[in-house]
């Protein structure tokens, strides 16, 4: 067995979904919405910086921005109609699932019905340059998939850190009963949420479509593994999405080399009960006691 093979696709494959399971994460911690439609946004992503490569520049950079700000955009669009309507009804968060699972299917049929079947390729984002070295090959897709990716994550949570915003962010996060007392506006700040978790969608498109083609529904199996590390990792933790990531990237690194490709999905769900009958809310611990009361 390769294992140098095996440790590049882990990270690569940990990276691309962990971006998708934190931001799950984040919009589960901060508005209590488990948000179902990210296969239609990471779809609507992927067709965005389709057609910004068709129609203005194939240029990598601008391709990537493209796909990011129309994965926000498509998270605004989300948040307009699947939020804000519902946010402060009875049984929300059974509302919140419905109404992100409608989202996502009528949103996928628009998607096959506007562009049809065919899937969609993008230019490569990052060139075609390979460095070798013993034992490993480091092509320019899992470089630039690692760096990009963990540049992205740096700078949201940089910004959550320093920003205004950002802090607002952070205390609905930590209790967000309190900080609707003092203030921060539900309504503002969950286009902010949704905004920034759809970007990080947008990244997770425009990096994956490196591998994989674009499609109406090819936003399907990314979603169930951003929410199955999100589950796993414990809702609402970004530490435990990281680690659940790893720990499913390796799952599907290890089953895809051994087995075949086609049992990932058998593995990773086995892999899943088997940390949560250990670990009933997931590698984190606790989830928010806020969002539980």
């Known amino acids: 067995m390769d294992i140098w093979f095996v440790v590049s696709n882990t990270i690569v494959l940990a990276c691309i979904y962990g971006t ?9 911690s901060s508005l209590g919405l488990l948000n179902l439609s990210y296969g239609f946004i990471f779809a609507f992503a992927g067709y965005g910086a389709w057609l910004f490569s068709q129609h ?14 129309a994965g926000a955009l498509g998270g605004v669009i989300i948040c307009a109609i699947g939020f804000i309507p519902i946010h402060d009804k009875p049984n929300f968060t059974i509302r919140g699932l419905v109404a992100t699972l409608a989202i996502n299917l009528i949103g996928t049929q628009f998607l096959l019905w506007w562009f049809g079947p065919r899937s969609k390729s993008l230019p490569e984002i990052f060139g075609n340059w390979s460095v070798s070295l013993p034992g490993v090959v480091f092509t320019a897709d899992k470089v630039g998939n690692v760096v990009t990716s963990i540049l992205m994550l740096a700078i949201v949570l940089r910004w959550m850190q320093s920003s205004r ?8 996060m930590m209790n967000p009963h309190a900080a609707s007392i003092v203030g921060i506006g539900v309504r503002r700040t969950s286009f902010y949420v949704m905004g920034i978790t759809g970007g990080l969608a ?16 090819g936003g399907l199996m ?10 796993c990792g414990g809702l609402g933790s970004v530490r435990g ?16 080399m051994l087995i075949g490709g086609r049992y990932v999905l058998i ?11 250990v670990r009933p809310r997931g590698i984190a611990g606790l989830l928010d006691k806020a969002r539980e009361a």
Request: proline fraction near 4%; charge should be positive; avoid cysteine.
């Open 222 to 231: 990314p979603m169930i593994k951003g929410v199955s590390i999100a589950l």
């Open 20 to 28: 998708l399971a934190i931001g799950i994460s984040i919009t589960w």
């Open 267 to 277: 593995t990773q769900f086995v892999v899943i009960i088997v940390i949560l009958l």
């Open 165 to 172: 915003r950002g802090l607002e962010i952070r205390a609905m």
């Open 56 to 69: 203005l520049s194939a240029w990598g950079p601008a391709v990537l921005a493209a796909g990011i700000l």
């Open 241 to 256: 999405a990281v680690i659940a990531a790893i720990v499913l990237g390796l799952n599907e690194a290890l089953t895809g």
């Open 202 to 217: 947008g990244l997770a498109a425009v990096l994956l479509s490196q591998t994989y083609y674009i499609s109406p529904f």
